[in-house]
């Protein structure tokens, strides 16, 4: 097996062409079907099947495909270690919106106290930031769920629970001092378009529930839900993260409910697993891992 055949295969599956890969490649199409043909027998699967209108990938290729892919990528970021002498000075990453407004802030900020390093920040939901990692867009992700995939790792580097609040005006007319509800139903800034865990327990617990009711539907912004629960809209469910301020501050208050336990929420660096890590990047994987944090008044 070399890096031509290999090169080849990963052309073929973008175009679904022998005679577009042959043009891309520069060589003639039969080389190219000799490139496939000898890699195909090196593994003893069948990749690719040609029909009169295209090329389609079988079962065994999809499952080379991303392999295949990682190799190539490996070798071009080997080469240009090897002609620049170092890759070059920046970090690509990408975190969920509450992730970048709470938790980076601070690991960024450690990090560059000690190297210097141009890091290029996105923010993107926990799909799509596993999108940009399988794409080769960022070099790191921080997402909140985990989704399986046997080329990607997962560090735990942060774990925080979550808390309802209200403003204190709001609070007194349902709930009084002994966490008692005195009036409901309550009225509830809901988040949608939040379907992964904890946002789907969290979700499935006030809906049909007959102590609230849904006052505002937000999509995907927890920050929203703060700013609608200190106008005095109704209670909000969130990372305490979002609300530190405002409850340090007394524009909100915490509220205990009495039949639910709020749960955790963690976050996770994630990366290939076959990255061939530089000491900055490794230096930066043990920086955010440092922020590792159980207690309840953390920073998600």
């Known amino acids: 097996m070399d890096i031509e055949q290999i090169k080849s295969f990963c052309v073929i599956t973008r175009f679904k062409s022998f005679r577009k890969t042959a043009e891309f490649l520069n060589i003639s199409q039969p080389g190219v079907s000799r490139r496939i043909k000898s890699l195909e027998d090196e593994l003893g699967v069948t990749l690719l099947l040609r029909t009169p209108q295209s090329v389609i990938v079988t079962k065994q290729g999809k499952e080379f495909l991303p392999y295949a892919e990682r190799t190539l990528k490996i070798l ?17 990453i990408a975190g969920t919106p509450t ?12 990090f560059k106290e000690q190297v210097k390093l141009n890091i290029n920040l996105y923010t993107a939901h926990s799909q799509q930031v596993y999108d940009m990692l399988l794409d080769q867009t960022i070099d ?16 735990k580097v942060h774990t925080g629970k979550f808390c309802c609040i209200g403003h204190p005006d709001f609070v007194k007319q349902y709930i009084d001092n002994n966490n008692n509800i005195v009036k409901y139903p309550i009225p509830i ?13 969290i979700n499935n617990y006030l809906t049909n529930n007959r102590y609230y009711e849904f006052a505002v539907e937000v999509q995907q912004s927890t920050l929203v839900a703060v700013g609608l629960a200190k106008a005095g809209i109704g209670l909000a469910i969130i990372p305490y993260s979002d609300a530190e301020t405002d409850l340090k501050d007394n524009r909100l208050i915490k509220v ?16 290939y697993k076959d990255k061939i890590l530089t000491e900055k990047e490794k ?18």
């Open 283 to 300: 230096l930066f994987i043990q920086t955010a891992k440092l922020t590792v944090n159980e207690n309840e008044e953390s920073f998600v």
């Open 140 to 155: 790191f992700g921080f997402i909140t769920t985990t989704f399986p995939n046997p080329l990607i790792k997962y560090e």
């Open 256 to 271: 205990i409910l009495p039949d639910f336990e709020l749960p955790k929420r963690s976050i996770f660096i994630m990366y």
């Open 76 to 92: 071009e970021e080997g080469m240009k270690q090897v002609l620049d002498g170092e890759r070059q000075e920046s970090l690509s």
């Open 189 to 201: 800034i809901f988040n949608g378009g939040l379907y992964t865990e904890p946002w789907k327990s």
């Open 99 to 110: 992730v970048n407004l709470s938790f980076l802030p601070k690991v960024i900020k450690m």
